[in-house]
């Protein structure tokens, strides 16, 4: 019998996350990630009459129809067997068209590679039977990972409940595979994405309002 292919995705609860940055720092040190640059992140934002604080854990949304990919003029990155979006460091040139046409500013440069990095769930960590480091070093089990395909996964019965959803780019909608809970405040992203050329993205990427 043929192994169903995975599908990786992160469920994220922002009640949850203290600000510990314990995610950030295991996700720095797990991928060597230089100094001054990150592959997560932790948005705060201020609510309420009360000015409530409220952090949002993010960082590559792995996208079901990712803006990078299509803005690649080399291949470099590309969508992997397992849904996640990667980057084929031999491939890459690190122009960097992919760091602009991102929605999410999930990406950056690498100083000492000169490659184009960014957050692939650990992948290494993966293909041995482990977990992201920011999910596994979470205190406050902000983050649960898992396979969409896997009805029985701990992600797949959260987003049954219905109280999970999708947060996109106010502009762009690149189908992420990170969920937020309903009734939490989105953090709004920081930058609209830039294609270069004539490279254009499926229909169902850019947002109407029809």
Same mark, same amino acid.
């Given at each position: 019998?043929?192994?169903? =292919?995975?599908?990786?995705?992160?469920? @994220? $609860?922002?009640?949850?996350?203290?600000?510990?940055? &314990?995610?950030?720092? &295991? /996700?720095?040190?797990?991928? =060597?990630?230089?100094?001054?640059?990150?592959?997560?992140?932790?948005?705060?934002?201020?609510?309420?009459?009360?000015?409530?604080? =409220?952090? =949002?854990?993010?960082? /590559?949304?792995? /996208?079901?129809?990712?803006?990078?990919? &299509?803005?690649?003029?080399? $291949? &470099?990155?590309?969508?992997?067997?397992?849904?996640?979006?990667?980057?084929?460091?031999?491939?890459?040139?690190?122009?960097?068209?992919?760091?602009?046409?991102?929605? !999410?500013?999930?990406? !950056?440069?690498? %100083?000492t590679t000169k490659k184009v990095d960014k957050c692939d769930f650990?992948?290494?960590?993966?293909?041995?039977?482990?977990?992201?480091?920011?999910?596994?070093? /979470?205190?406050?089990?902000?983050?649960?990972?898992?396979?969409?395909?896997?009805?029985?996964?701990?992600?797949?019965?959260?987003?049954?409940?219905?109280?999970?959803?999708?947060?996109?780019?106010?502009?762009?909608?690149?189908?992420?595979?990170?969920?937020?809970?309903?009734?939490?405040?989105?953090?709004?992203?920081?930058?609209?994405?830039?294609?270069?050329?004539? @490279?254009?993205? %499926?229909?169902?990427?850019?947002?109407?309002n029809t």
């Amino acid at each position: 019998m043929t192994q169903m =292919q995975k599908k990786y995705a992160i469920v @994220i $609860d922002p009640l949850n996350c203290i600000d510990c940055k &314990a995610c950030l720092i &295991a /996700c720095k040190v797990e991928n =060597q990630v230089p100094e001054s640059f990150w592959r997560n992140w932790i948005k705060e934002n201020n609510t309420g009459e009360e000015l409530r604080t =409220q952090y =949002q854990p993010g960082q /590559c949304m792995q /996208c079901d129809d990712p803006s990078c990919v &299509a803005a690649c003029p080399v $291949d &470099a990155t590309y969508k992997g067997e397992n849904g996640l979006v990667e980057i084929n460091l031999d491939k890459c040139i690190g122009c960097g068209n992919c760091v602009t046409a991102c929605p !999410y500013d999930a990406r !950056y440069r690498n %100083s000492t590679t000169k490659k184009v990095d960014k957050c692939d769930f650990c992948n290494h960590r993966l293909e041995v039977g482990e977990i992201p480091a920011c999910v596994e070093t /979470c205190p406050t089990k902000t983050r649960v990972f898992g396979d969409l395909n896997d009805p029985e996964s701990a992600v797949s019965k959260l987003l049954k409940s219905k109280e999970y959803m999708r947060i996109v780019n106010p502009l762009v909608n690149t189908l992420p595979n990170i969920y937020y809970r309903n009734g939490t405040d989105s953090v709004h992203w920081p930058k609209v994405p830039t294609l270069p050329g004539e @490279i254009h993205m %499926s229909p169902k990427f850019w947002k109407t309002n029809t």
